[in-house]
């Protein structure tokens, strides 16, 4: 069974870093895009970064200066370098990611959530 795991999530003073990761596991032929969603309490989920298989990256204006994206294919894992962080980007942050399984499936995944609070 094909699961998104994150970490990394917590409590951090304003202008503080996180670093979050998120695992892909299980039977999985080959991973495609991968993205950072986070969803804010009364707000909806929105992107925050994205990267593809050949290495192209987004970001949501918000977070741009302030956040890293980066992709080992190697260990399936997504990273997310947060910096310089605001009692704004408190939300729940969700790993995404486009898949191959091995059943030669073509799936979107969701992670479960990892909480960050930014907050003095």
């Known amino acids: 069974q094909v699961q998104l795991v994150e970490s990394g999530g917590g409590l951090v003073q304003p202008g503080g870093s996180l670093r979050l990761s998120c695992a892909a596991s299980?039977?999985?032929?080959?991973?495609?895009?991968m993205r950072w969603y986070r969803q804010a309490p009364g707000k909806e989920r929105e992107l925050v970064a994205g990267?593809?298989?050949?290495?192209?990256?987004n970001y949501a204006d918000s977070v741009k200066g302030r956040f890293t994206i980066s992709r080992d294919n190697a260990k399936n894992t997504v990273y997310l370098q947060m910096n310089s962080l605001k009692p704004e980007d408190t939300a729940v942050f969700y790993c995404?990611?486009?898949?191959?399984?091995?059943?030669?499936?073509?799936?979107?995944?969701w992670g479960q959530g990892t909480q960050v609070t930014v907050s003095s």
């Open positions: 299980g039977s999985i032929l080959r991973i495609g895009d």
């Open positions: 995404n990611a486009d898949l191959i399984t091995g059943s030669l499936r073509r799936l979107n995944y």
């Open positions: 990267i593809t298989s050949g290495g192209t990256i």
